[in-house]
């Protein structure tokens, strides 16, 4: 569910707003798998906490249960900031009792400002921060049970310059620390790097560098690793107290973070400018190993608008994870909120959730370890960029305003106000628009492509087979309905892909099924063949494979075989040399061997 489409604004105010949107969504039909709530639900800003007049819990729980009822899902934010000197406060007290919060220099608890006031730090390097956490998380969870934390702030973000009450121009001496130079001020060291767009001290909006760890571990030392930590804490608790997969998001991350956690990047703007820059932003996290990212989709700071909105949501139907969020200055966003962006909603978010079992065998591709042996239809990252699957074609190598979803489907958006032309390039080989199947052969060249506001780019490549279902909805919808594979044939008339399945949310993946697909052609004969490799999830009761469509099937066969039997249930579109094949009703985990001469 998490590769769904999900709905947050800073400025939900109660929980009455939340179940208008939602029933707009539903009224006007447009995909949305999970609601997501900012600060506003808590009580005064505290985590773990609700808002008793505007998100009481008896109203959050009812409205939890309708999500759950219709296969949604609930997801809210929580900050490492715990409001502190409360002893009422169950966060405050545990965290104080327990000794977990992040000290200052001289072995006080370090106190600094963010939402609700004075608040202390969970230091996640301690050995029971842990345990600390995981009580907060399953408290709040049986206040409310939502199905994934967002943990923002967490750089750590700071509305004082150090310790509050604290000045920069103090310059506060650094204590001498085993290991480290008597002298040194880390919150000012002799190399000054650009922070906060200038060079200022450290300690700017966050900790001060001299704050200190369990271990005698300096913030100057860790402070890159909150972001990790706490996610590793956070994923951990949850999935010991709801015993399955969860979804957790983070806005600082860390080398290793995609284990724990996906990324959204951050607070960027309603601008033209970031909607492109959303681009290599999700093609630098995939290298990073952090496959799950995306930009919040139309803009979060400033007010979008019609064309922005439409042209985002095409693109930001592409991304890893798919979000619509905005801040509490900006007016709403939400798709429904124009008729056209709409229309372009349900279109877009139709292709991708035509497109999850593709996009998760590539979430199951990126999780595994690698093969010795290179392939790509193995390479660990979700979307990628072009010269990943083309390195020898040095014109891909600046391109950053195109993108591969795996190694099969390139999107071309558009970027600029006012565009209806995409200057695309083609690497060498045969690529297919993705909506009508039209080939496209290339020796390597750009094309300029009419598109109009209500379309996006989208095309196959030769060579490659994705798996694809009906769409509905919602996932939990999605994953009742028929499958289909999409095969794009190259020169030779192959094709390769794999489809992984499993239930989707056990924490062991024990029972699952991976098919492998590959097509080749012999004399006037192209053969399409699977290898099912069944650990015993498709044997339960799975949804059957119904259609087959092949792009660039040069000619129309005179004869269509399924498992040796003849086929009448095929079409052939001249135009488009694309081959059609319905009706197939062939279960998931039986031999397949399709051929069409």
């Known amino acids: 569910w998490s590769l769904g489409f999900h709905q947050c604004r800073y400025g939900y105010h109660s929980v009455e707003i939340l179940e208008e949107v939602v029933g707009n969504y539903t009224e006007k039909q447009i995909p949305l798998d999970t609601m997501w709530t900012d600060i506003d639900y808590m009580d005064q800003y505290k985590d773990f906490s609700l808002d008793p007049t505007n998100f009481p819990a008896e109203k959050m729980n009812s409205f939890v249960s309708k999500l759950h009822a219709n296969g949604q899902h609930y997801v809210v934010i929580i900050d490492p900031g715990i409001y502190a000197n409360d002893n009422s406060y169950p966060a405050w007290y545990d965290g104080k009792t327990m000794n977990v919060f992040i000290k200052n220099k001289s072995g006080d608890i370090f106190i600094g400002k963010v939402w609700p006031g004075e608040t202390a730090f969970p230091d996640f390097f301690h050995p029971e921060a842990n345990a600390y956490w995981k009580k907060q998380i399953a408290g709040f969870l049986k206040l409310l049970p939502v199905d994934g934390l967002w943990i923002d702030m967490n750089e750590i973000s700071n509305f004082c310059n150090g310790a509050c009450g604290n000045s920069l121009a103090e310059g506060q001496p650094y204590r001498a620390y085993q290991n480290a130079t008597a002298g040194f001020d880390p919150n000012n060291p002799p190399y000054a790097i650009n922070n906060q767009g200038g060079r200022v001290a450290l300690n700017v909006k966050t900790l001060d560098m001299d704050a200190v760890h369990h271990g005698d571990v300096l913030e100057y030392n860790a402070h890159n690793l909150f972001g990790l930590t706490e996610a590793i804490a956070t994923c951990s608790a949850l999935e010991e107290v709801q015993e399955k997969r969860s979804l957790v998001i983070s ?45 919040d989709i139309c803009g979060f700071i400033g007010t979008t608008n019609e064309e922005l909105c439409s042209r985002w949501m095409e693109l930001g139907a592409f991304y890893p994870f798919s979000r619509n969020h905005d801040d509490i200055h900006s007016a709403p966003q939400e798709p429904y909120r124009w008729d056209s962006v709409a229309a372009i909603s349900r279109k877009v978010l139709a292709v991708r ?245």
């Open 251 to 295: 806005r600082s991350t860390f080398p290793g973070s995609g284990v724990h956690t996906g990324h959204w990047t951050g607070d960027n703007h309603a601008s033209w400018d970031d909607l492109y820059y959303s681009i290599p932003g999700m093609l630098n996290f995939q290298m990073f190993g952090i496959p799950l990212v995306g930009s």
């Open 353 to 597: 959730y035509s497109l999850l079992p593709y996009y998760y065998t590539l979430f199951y591709l990126a999780h595994r370890t690698l093969p010795s042996t290179p392939d790509s239809n193995a390479a660990a990252t979700v979307t990628r960029p072009l010269f990943f699957e083309f390195p020898q074609d040095k014109n891909t190598y600046s391109i950053d305003k195109q993108f591969l979803v795996g190694a099969g489907l390139m999107v071309s958006p558009v970027l600029t106000q006012g565009a209806t032309i995409v200057s695309a390039y083609f690497p060498k080989g045969r690529w297919f628009d993705f909506y009508s199947g039209q080939e496209m052969t290339s020796t390597g060249q750009t094309q300029e492509l009419n598109t109009p506001i209500d379309h996006i780019q989208v095309h196959v490549r030769g060579g490659i087979t994705i798996p694809m279902q009906e769409p509905a909805l919602t996932t939990t919808a999605s994953r009742q309905n028929p499958y289909s594979l999409l095969v794009g044939l190259d020169e030779n008339g192959a094709s390769s892909g794999q489809f992984y399945l499993d239930d989707g949310e056990s924490l062991t993946m024990e029972k699952y099924t991976l098919i492998s697909y590959t097509t080749s052609r012999s004399g006037s004969t192209t053969t399409l063949k699977a290898s099912v490799d069944d650990k015993g999830y498709v044997k339960i009761s799975t949804p059957a494979l119904n259609t087959i469509t092949v792009f660039g099937v040069d000619s129309q066969p005179a004869k269509v075989q399924l498992n040796g039997k003849d086929l009448s249930t095929f079409t052939y579109d001249s135009s488009n040399k694309k081959l059609s094949m319905t009706k197939l009703s062939q279960h998931l985990s039986a031999s397949l061997t399709l051929s069409w001469e």
